[in-house]
C-alpha cells in the first residue's frame, strides 16, 4: 500500500463514522418528530382533561406599589386555600382543584407578577419580590386562617414569606403545603453557588437577547414539546402536555430573565428549622425537577413536617394526579382546622 493510500484510510473511516452518526441523529430526529405529531391536541382535548378554570369564578387586582397588579381568582366558602403556581405558569393550572374543593373551601389563586394576567411593574423581579406580593394580597384580602399551597417556585415564595415576614405569617398563615419544591440550590455540589452567580445572570442576559432577535417565535415546535413533557411523569397525556407548553410560551422574556437569577441562588434551607406551621411536603416519583430525595431532606429539617409521594407522578401533581393531590389538601386542611 502507498504512503498516499494508506494516510487516506483514517480520513476515508472518519468519513463513514460521521456519516453514519448523521444517519442515526437523522433517524432520531424523524421519531421525535413523529411522536410529537401524535401528541398533537385541540382546545376541545384540553377541555376534556378539565384543565379550564370554571366560569363562575370571580377575578379581581391588587395594585402593588410599584405599578404591579396582582391577579386574584376565588371562588367558593370556607377555610381558605391559597395556591401559588410555579415558573412559568398561571392561575390557571388550578382548575382541578377548584372543582374539587370550592364546595368546602375558599379557594384563591393568583398569578405571580409577569405571568397570567398580572402586570410586572417597575420593580426587580425576584422571589422576594413575589413573598412581598403575596403579602398585599393576604393583606388586602383581610385572609387569615390560610393554608398556602406552593408548587414549585410558588413554594419558594411560599418559604420567602416566612422568612421575610413571619409577623404576617402567624397572623395570617395557619400551615402549608409544599408541592414538587425545593428550599435550597438545585444542585447538592461544591461551587455551585459561585456557578450560579455568574451563570444564571448570563444566561437571563442570553434569554433576552434571544427574545429580541425573535428567537422565541421560531423556536422549534418539537423542543418546545420536549422541555415541556420533562416535568411530567411516565403516565402523561399528550393534552397535559401541551397545555403547559403553552403557558410556557405565553410567559414573556422579561418574566424568564428577571426571575432566574433569584431562583438559581435561592437557599432558606437553614431555615427550615425554624417554621413552626405544619407543613405537608408532597412530591411525584418520577419528579426529575425536584426529585423525591430532595423532598425527603425538607421533611427532615421542618419541625412539624409529613411527606406524600405520588406513584408514578412528575413535576405537576395538580394535573398528573388532580383528583388524589385535591384530597391530600382537603385533608391536610381539615386537620390543621381539628387543631386550631
Known sequence: MTEEGSSGHPHRLAGALALGVGAVAAVGSVLQHRSVTRAATTEQDIESEGLRLPGDLLHHFVEAEDGGRIHVVEGGTGPVVMLLHGFLLDSSIWAHQF?????????IAIDHRGHGKSLPGVGALGVRRLAADLAAVLEELDLSKVLLVGHSMGGMVALQLVEDSRETIRRRVTGMVL???????FFQMPGWVGLARVAAPASARAALFAS????????????????????????????????????????????????L????????FASLGSIEEPVLVVVGSHDRLTPPRAARRMVGA???????????????PMIERPHEFSRLLD??????????
Open 261 to 268: 437569577p433569584s431562583l438559581a441562588l435561592f437557599d432558606l
Open 179 to 185: 408541592a414538587s419544591t425545593l428550599a435550597g440550590p
Open 302 to 316: 421542618l419541625p412539624h413536617a409529613q411527606l406524600a409521594e405520588l406513584a408514578r407522578c412528575g413535576h405537576m
Open 331 to 340: 385533608e391536610f386542611s381539615a386537620k390543621i382546622e381539628r387543631r386550631s
Open 212 to 259: 429580541r432577535l425573535g428567537v422565541p417565535s421560531v423556536l422549534s415546535q418539537d423542543l418546545r414539546y420536549w422541555v415541556s413533557r420533562f416535568g411530567f411523569g411516565s403516565d402523561a397525556r399528550p393534552a397535559q402536555v401541551r397545555f403547559v407548553e403553552a403557558l410556557h410560551t405565553a410567559t414573556s422574556s422579561r418574566t424568564l430573565a428577571g426571575l
Open 99 to 107: 372543582r374539587d374543593l370550592a364546595h368546602r373551601h375558599r379557594v
